[in-house]
């Protein structure tokens, strides 16, 4: 059923802490096509049947996508029963993010039904810290992180970034819901996953 905007509004609360917001950073391949063919709905229903999570069932699925009213920025809270994603991207009032891919300690598992293994990292105590301190910043999901893509409906058409949740911790960053220009091992599949709801 369609959610008004004022409902949604009354439904989604902020999470308590200031507003950190970064300087807007283009994704390396954003995705854009006119609304009418796009299956939203097709994208919509396969990302709730990914992101069914049996540890928490008294969660409603819509709890997992996340709304934010811009790119960088800390997502809006979800009440347990959950919100109309479809409804709100359709008002225009707030972006969602979308689950792609969800990471434990040995994998991460995609909402096309790959799961990818993570590599096994050595650390070689010769290796100076430059060296060490780029692979440190190459791309990579924590367990409390979800890597997927952020949905606007904007002038008739969809757009569509790469983008990630990062949860924040205690003493830590903010949770914030950022674009990621190179989602690595996620861009081919993430691509193609997108494109299969395009209608010719």
Known sequence: MPTSESHISTLLEPYVGPYFAKEPVKTMKEFKVPARQFDLDGCYKTTLDFINNPFSPEFDSTFFILPVVEPNSQPYGVPEEGWDPAAALHEGKYLALFPFALADDVSTSCADRTVVKHPEEEWDEEEDDSEWEEEE???????EDTGGFLVQIKDGHIII?????????????MPSVDLEPDCRFLN???TRF?????RN
């Open 137 to 143: 910043n190459t791309f990579s999901l924590r367990m």
């Open 161 to 173: 970034n790469s983008a990630v949740h990062y949860s924040g911790g205690c003493g830590g960053p």
């Open 188 to 190: 081919e599949p993430m």
């Open 194 to 198: 997108i494109e299969s709801f395009v």
